[in-house]
C-alpha cells in the first residue's frame, strides 16, 4: 500500500492568496482523469455537501475521491491544495492525523476500516473568482471544510482527532489539552465551581456530526468572571484552533470573536481535573462553538471540532451572495 501522502512534506510557507489557491484548486482539478473527475467534482447545491462525520470511511459513506485513487503525482498535487487552504500549522495537523491512523491500521492488524488510503476530497462546483464553491477533505478524524465566495472564505466545520492520542513518540492535538489545563489550574476554587458543570466526562462531543447547530445553554463559566491574565489564557487557547485557518482568515475571525461581549462566552468542563484522565470541554461564544473530549479508550482517544452557527458550511457567505444576485 502506498502511504507517500503522508510523508511528502512541502517544504515553503504558504501566505493565502485567493488567486494563487484558486490556481492550485484548478492544477489539483486537472490532474485528475475524466472518470476521477466525476466522482470528485459534484454541483455546489449536492446535498452531500453539508453531511459529514468523523467515523471511518468503511462505517460512513463520503462522496468524492480517495487517496487510493491517486497517483503519486495527483497526491503531491493535493497536499499544495490543503497546505494552501490551510495554515502551516492546520497542515502538519492534517498530517499528524493520517499518521495517528496508520497507527491505527497497524494495531488492528491491518483492518480495512482504519486505512490511511480511504481519506476522501470532494469539490462542490468548480473553483472560480465569481462564484461561490466549496471543497471538502474528510476521513477518519478529520472533516475540513471549505467554501469560497470572491475573496472570502469559511473553513468550518473544522474536525479533528486522533486514535491513539498519545503514544511514546508523540501526543496529539497536544496543544488543545495543555492549554485548557493551564486555563483550569489557574482557577481558584470558586471559579472552579461554576467551570465545571459536571463530574463525570462527557463520552463525546454534544452536536455529534449535526449538518446545522444552534447555540447550547452555556456551560461553565463567563469569561467576563476570569482575570485579565485568565482571559489571555482563555483567548490563547481559542486561538489554537482559529491557527489551523491561513493567517489572513485567523486574523480577522479572532477580530470578530473579540468583538462579542465577553458576558457571551463561556468556558466549561466535565470530567477529572487530572492530566490522563477522561475529561471534555467545551468554549461556546455568540457566534461559535468549541469541543474536546478524550475519554474513550482510558483517555486516549481524542476530538475536537470547530463550528460556526452562521458560518458552517459557508451558509453566511452564501446566504450573502444569493441576496446581492436578487438585488441585481
Known sequence: MNYCFTFIILCFSVVF?????????????????S???????????????????????????REGITLKELSAYQKKKLHALLNSYLSNKGYQKTLDVIEAEKILYRLSNNSNSRNPELYSVAFYGLPSKNTPWGWSFEGHHISLNFTMNGDEMTHVPRFYGANPAKTSKKIFLKNEEAMAYKLLNSLSKEQLVKAIFSKRA???????????????KPKGIAASELTEQQQLLLFELINEYISSAPEKFAKLRMQKLKSEHLNTLYFGWAGSTTVNKPHYYCIQGSSFLIELDNTQNNANHIHSVWRDFDGDFGRNLLKEHYEQAHKH
Do not use: C, G
Open 35 to 61: 472518470s476521477q473527475k466525476k466522482k470528485a467534482v459534484l454541483e455546489l447545491d449536492d446535498d452531500n455537501r453539508t453531511r459529514w462525520h468523523y467515523f471511518p470511511s468503511t462505517f460512513y459513506k
Open 202 to 216: 462527557l463520552p463525546d462531543i454534544i452536536t455529534r456530526n449535526n449538518s446545522k447547530i444552534d447555540p447550547m
Open 17 to 33: 492568496s485567493y488567486s494563487q489557491s484558486t490556481a492550485i484548486a484548478d492544477q489539483f482539478i486537472n490532474s485528475l482523469t
